[in-house]
């Protein structure tokens, strides 16, 4: 098995010029229900299925990281996420150094499954992907900050991403190692 074991794409990251128009948008035209924000940073997570859309206004915190505001010839999105099966940070290290990717430092962030850990990795094209962590055990918010529109509903939506996205993908993952 390999070190990075991905299973799911977590969240995707958009730059948006108005934030209250976006959130407007994906709650009306896709039905995405707003779950958490951090107004500290410029972060507003919507979910969407097992998975989640985080808008940041390019004035905020985050957004400001990308540069100018999105148009034609300008970056919209800030980076996507993939779920990680497993999280190994030596050997998921080991294996960006033999393939000759640089990664970055292991956070806590929080994904579609919640709470977790995860790093960043630069592709070829300058694209920032995050390698997502499957959730940490206490999923206690440690953010300051922090609001979410409703926590139990959050909750709820998370645990059934996990019992859809991650508990498939380990059984498979026991089924593959007992078959060899």
């Known amino acids: 098995m390999s070190a990075i ?12 010029k108005d934030v ?7 709650k009306r035209v896709l039905g995405c229900a707003e779950e958490r924000m951090v107004p500290e940073f410029g972060l507003y997570q919507l ?4 998975i989640l859309i985080d808008l940041v206004p390019v004035d905020g915190v985050i957004g400001k990281m990308g540069g100018g505001a999105p148009g034609k010839k300008k970056r919209n999105m800030d980076h996507f996420a993939v779920q990680l099966l497993n999280f190994d940070e030596k050997k998921i ?5 033999r393939r000759g990717v640089k990664s970055g ?49 959050a909750e709820a939506a998370a645990a059934v991403a996990r019992s859809t996205v991650l508990a498939p993908a380990r059984r498979r993952a026991r089924s593959t190692a007992k078959a060899k």
């Open 5 to 16: 074991d991905v299973i799911a794409l977590d969240h995707v990251v958009l730059r948006v």
């Open 105 to 153: 430092d292991v956070d806590r962030r929080y994904g579609s499954l919640g709470h977790g850990p995860s790093m960043y990795v630069i592709d070829p094209d300058g694209n920032t992907v995050e390698l997502k962590g499957p959730p940490d055990p206490d999923q206690t918010e440690n953010v300051p900050g922090a609001k979410y529109k409703s926590l139990k509903r």
């Open 20 to 26: 209250k128009a976006s959130l407007d948008w994906y």
């Open 93 to 97: 290290r080991a294996q960006l150094k």
């Open 47 to 50: 979910r969407v299925g097992p």
